[in-house]
């Protein structure tokens, strides 16, 4: 276990960081889910902009990488197109 003072803090503030990001990541897939099982094309090209939007948050805050929430918004896109 830390005995500094500061590696202490460091353990609090990665564990608030952890749970910050756990919950934006959960919202995020729950997000997702719910626009890949819409049968609906026009409920999901509405959906698929804020599900865009939160995927690019995540990545500007390297929760996930970059190149993964191209790749997601990409697939995305193409379910959404094929409904």
Known sequence: MANHPSAKKRIRQSEKRRLHNK???KTARNAIK???NA????AASELFPKVASMLDKLAKRNII???RASDLKS???R?????
């Open 75 to 77: 697939r995305l896109a």
């Open 23 to 25: 919950y934006y990541m």
């Open 79 to 83: 379910r959404v197109n094929s409904l």
């Open 39 to 42: 049968t609906d094309k026009t």
């Open 34 to 36: 719910k626009l890949r």
């Open 65 to 67: 990488h970059k190149n």
